[in-house]
């Protein structure tokens, strides 16, 4: 089993930064890549970005250029650093991970509780 749990989220004013973290425990060995999704009031969960195993990155095009997805392999955590954060930014954001199953397929093994995002000034 893995779980997952997110921190970092808070109150920051448009233009701002701010760094999330997501730790992972249990079976760390079986995950193929972790991501970050978010969902905001009202709206579908979206893709926010996702890292592989190997450190290929992957950003939504909402994201794309203003925030970086990091791993720290002695921690078992990945990080997404956000910049020039906006208000449309605001959300819960989830942490995920996932495995490659037998059938060669992707197979999502945990969630995050989530952390708040709110960007106002």
């Known amino acids: 089993q893995v779980q997952l749990v997110e921190s970092g989220g808070g109150l920051v004013q448009p233009g701002g930064s701010l760094r999330l973290s997501c730790a992972a425990s249990g079976s760390i060995f079986s995950i193929y890549a972790m991501g970050w999704y978010r969902q905001a009031p009202g709206k579908q969960r979206e893709l926010v970005a996702t890292r592989t195993s190997d450190g290929s990155a992957n950003y939504s095009d909402s994201v794309k250029g203003r925030s970086t997805i990091s791993r720290d392999n002695a921690k078992n955590t990945v990080y997404l650093q956000m910049n020039s954060l906006k208000p449309e930014d605001t959300a819960v954001y989830y942490c995920?991970?996932?495995?490659?199953?037998?059938?060669?397929?992707?197979?999502?093994?945990?969630w995050g509780q989530g952390t708040q995002v709110t960007v106002s000034s």
């Open positions: 995920n991970a996932v495995k490659i199953n037998t059938g060669r397929s992707i197979e999502t093994v945990a």
